[in-house]
């Protein structure tokens, strides 16, 4: 009698464990979500290069570099996001988040959330930069491609630290993915002749694919197989809330590195150029700066929070893996910036401030975006199709493991529909047994 409870339990503990891997309708919208995040998070970075006199010192009325610049644009980010989040998910919710952090294990959401947030988007918003200035170039589709390595990075992860199953197709398509990125970007390099700066580039895309997969991999952990099982949307309040406060301290730094490197920042000493990390706040006096700042961070806020949603319900690999559909949005988007800078004769070229003449207005900009490259497509559309493969993982592995005619059903019928009440109804059945 006792073999057989115990059987009993271990089939329903079995069944129960395949619920939760099987709930496929909540695993599919979780990828549907993580789709539509790749949308908005494909604007951000392009917003970024709407650039307005006060920010650029060729201008004359700029007076900050690079790295000044591109933290306070992620600073903006995080603060603008988490005020939207506080609206969004109310006060009470909020106050929630802030209870959670009694426990040791949700500081480790602060943790990853400053590596795969405000340090993360630094090297992107860079990589973006370097890339683009080392090849004279204003294309933003090849930090785009590099960060997209992300999902390979996070199946090997997942394989390894959370010991998911990976399907031999989805191995296979994760392989040529990887194999096309790099190949992308070698064509790029011989084709545009890439200087240092562009190489650079490339290594901080690199660096922030490995951040976000650290983040992606350990919030899937948090949330989905801790003990307090954290819901999304507190993670989410919690790590944007505390990357906000992060950027604030780290802007001293990033001015103090721009004063080592470079003539325009005209500080006397280091204390100066510490303090102008603070004192850059200033270019927020621009409507158009206030406006790109608060507008990319009101994005942000939707993005992460849906990001997080399909972490939460599908799972790292997969909501990174959504993720790859930036490779189309990206330059889309740069056409329809093209559009509008040509139309209204706003196109940045080299010195582009010095040859139009000095600006007469902080809110004077330029927009410096341009094509993809010609060969961009050809290596995006079978990446694509990876995409379909790595997506539907778990389709292919009770393919794999089940054979045909038992993937159909589960996948493509009704038959499991009340799967989870069956199961409920034999626990009590055992339990009563028990008693």
């Not at 406060?245 to 490197?261: E, G, K, Q, V």
């Not at 790109?292 to 972490?311: E, P, V």
Request: aromatic share 14%; hydrophobic share 50%.
């Amino acid at each position: 009698m006792k073999k057989q409870e115990v059987k009993s339990e271990n089939t329903i503990t079995f069944q129960s464990e395949n619920l939760v891997e099987k709930n496929h309708r909540v695993v599919l919208i979780g990828i549907f979500v993580g789709l539509c995040s790749a949308v908005i998070y494909s604007l951000m970075p392009l917003l970024s290069n709407i650039e307005t006199a006060i920010e650029n010192p060729v201008s004359g009325l700029g007076r900050y570099g690079t790295y000044t610049i591109s933290t306070l644009y992620v600073t903006w980010q995080e603060i603008a996001a988490a005020v939207t989040m506080l609206f969004i998910f109310g006060p009470m919710r909020a106050f929630r988040s802030f209870k959670l952090l009694k426990h040791r294990k949700a500081w480790f959401i602060v943790l990853l959330g400053f590596l795969g947030g405000p340090i993360a988007m630094v090297f992107i918003t860079l990589a973006a930069l370097f890339v683009m200035t080392g090849a004279g170039l204003s294309d933003g589709t090849i930090g785009s491609m590099l960060l997209n390595l992300q999902p390979v990075f996070c199946a090997i992860a997942a394989m390894v630290f959370l010991k998911q199953k990976q399907s031999n197709y989805t191995i296979v398509a994760l392989i040529i993915t990887a194999i096309l990125m790099v190949g992308f970007v070698t064509t790029f390099g011989v084709a545009e002749k890439i200087q240092v700066q562009s190489i650079l580039g490339i290594v901080f895309a690199l660096i922030a694919a490995g951040l976000y997969t650290l983040e992606a991999i350990g919030m899937e952990k948090l949330m989905k197989y801790s003990e307090f099982n954290f819901p999304f949307q507190e993670t989410s309040f919690i790590k944007t809330t505390f990357s906000a406060l992060f950027m604030i301290i780290l802007m001293p730094l990033a001015s103090s590195i721009d004063f080592w490197s470079s003539s325009d920042i005209t500080a006397e000493s280091y204390g100066h150029a510490f303090l102008n990390g603070w004192a850059s706040f200033e270019i927020m006096q621009s409507w158009v700066v206030a406006l790109k700042f608060i507008g990319c961070g009101i994005l942000l806020a939707f993005g992460r929070t849906m990001y997080y949603y399909a972490i939460k319900h599908a799972s790292g690999t997969y909501a990174a893996s959504t993720q790859l559909l930036m490779l189309i949005w990206t330059p889309i988007i740069q056409y329809v910036m093209n559009g509008i800078a040509r139309g209204n004769n706003l196109v940045a070229i080299q010195d582009g401030w010095l040859t139009s003449g000095p600006p007469g207005s902080i809110n004077s900009i330029r927009i410096l975006t341009s094509e993809p490259q010609s060969y961009y497509w050809f290596f995006v559309i079978p990446i694509i199709l990876c995409l379909f493969v790595i997506t539907f993982n778990q389709f292919f592995v009770d393919l794999q493991t089940k054979g045909w005619q038992q993937a159909k059903a589960i996948w493509f019928t009704k038959k499991n529909k009340n799967l989870e009440e069956e199961i409920q109804q034999k626990e009590v059945k055992i339990k009563k047994e028990k008693k």
